[in-house]
């Protein structure tokens, strides 16, 4: 069992083995299991995951935590198919489905779609962040919101959804790129000087870190935008506000303000860099303006994806709850308009798709009674799949 230890000497979180061995289960699950054995009715079941409805009436989100699932589950004697992670999907489109005796892997349904849930809630909320941004560089820089077991996850999530960057050590060196950052309001408070502390900056740090100056702890952002661009020439690569709501006013007239001062003195190649309260909702007004994103809470804590597993065959035959289609179901997708069918198992669509191309079936075999069918892909090259599909999807609503 999940042990508390004792007081201040611990994460409150669950080991690798505690989650790997069921213990990180609903009660419900636990007490089916028990009454399952005992009454010696355990049945061959093919279950499926699906999100029923995404939040804030979204069309559309993106399948992460795939590769976790997959640990999770590879050492179960079933089966296992799923879309490649990264897709985009739709409602009611099964993005797993689990074949097997239902003891052999019905404990861990809490675990898998916790996995599932979040992971994709970070994801998608990225990367309709970097659908609005567009050319512009996207940075996480949200783990601080929540625990920091969590930060590898939350950032490697950001990272496969879109963003460009991520701020946590850990997390970047997990990734294999460098980790992103500027320097904080602490740094220009202690030394008392937003001037002082980008010089400070720029006589300890690499050379390699493009110095960036946030300007806006003690004084009017155009005029410190000015004093840091004079110290500093072309050193400077780039200034960051990070303006509380409660000051801000009109933040794209602050930033318009502050490219055109920049401007006129001869300090084009200076990147406008905005951080705090930034979302997909608030992008497209400051595109016109601003060259990067730092996005913290919005992406960090996301609203997960409210996957659902349910049991749609019990020995083969069609069966489910009320509200939910029973059967085995598989999804095609057209290569070239994205569009997608869900069809019953073993039945294909029209051949074609009304804009010509063949169907492809997007659930495909990844484990076969603890053998792994597939390599596993590459976090950069699954960031580069989301990437290449956002041009099929829109951003609406917002």
Not at 92 to 100: A, R, S, T, Y
Request: aromatic share 8%; proline share 5%; net charge neutral.
């Amino acid at each position: 069992m999940i042990t508390a230890g004792k007081k201040g000497q611990h994460f409150h979180t669950a080991t690798t083995e505690e989650i790997k061995s069921g213990q990180v289960v609903d009660v419900y699950f636990s007490r089916t299991k028990a009454i399952l054995e005992a009454e010696r009715k355990d049945r061959h079941v093919v279950a499926e995951f699906v999100v029923k409805r995404f939040p804030e009436g979204r069309s559309w989100g993106v399948l992460a935590g795939l590769e976790e699932g997959v640990y999770l589950l590879r050492d179960l004697n079933i089966k296992v198919w799923a879309m490649d992670e990264g897709t985009i999907f739709h409602e009611n489109e099964p993005v797993l489905v689990i074949e097997g005796n239902y003891l052999d892997f019905g404990v861990y349904e809490t675990a898998i779609l916790g996995l599932l849930c979040q992971a994709s809630g970070v994801a998608t909320k990225a990367a309709r962040c970097k659908k609005a941004a567009g050319d512009k560089i996207v940075l996480s820089f949200g783990a601080r919101r929540m625990h920091p077991v969590l930060a590898p996850m939350i950032e490697r999530n950001a990272y496969i959804g879109g963003c460009d960057g991520v701020a946590v050590i850990k997390s970047a060196e997990l990734l294999g790129i460098q980790p992103a950052g500027t320097i904080p309001h602490t740094l220009v408070l202690i030394l008392g000087d937003t001037v002082e502390a980008v010089k400070a900056f720029d006589r300890v740090i690499d050379p390699k870190i493009g110095r960036v100056a946030l300007i806006d702890t003690f004084n009017d952002e155009k005029f410190e935008a000015i004093h840091v661009a004079e110290a500093m020439g072309k050193k400077l690569y780039g200034i960051r506000l990070d303006t509380p709501g409660s000051r801000r006013g009109n933040f794209l007239s602050i930033l318009k303000e502050v490219r055109w001062e920049l401007d006129l003195r001869g300090y084009k190649d200076v990147k406008i860099f905005v951080s705090g309260g930034i979302d997909e909702n608030k992008i497209p007004e400051l595109n016109s303006v601003v060259d990067a994103y730092g996005i913290g809470t919005s992406i960090s804590s996301a609203s997960v994806l409210d996957f659902a597993m349910d049991i749609v065959e019990i020995e083969g035959e069609p069966i489910a709850k009320r509200g939910k289609p029973s059967g085995r179901k598989e999804v095609y997708q057209c290569p070239k308009c994205r569009a997608t069918v869900i069809v019953p198992y073993g039945r294909r669509p029209e051949p074609v798709c009304e804009c010509g191309a063949s169907y492809r079936n997007l659930l495909k075999p990844i484990l076969d009674h603890k053998k792994l069918l597939v390599d596993l892909p590459d976090h950069k090259d699954i960031r580069a799949y989301v990437l290449e599909q956002l041009g099929f999807v829109e951003l609406a609503p917002i």
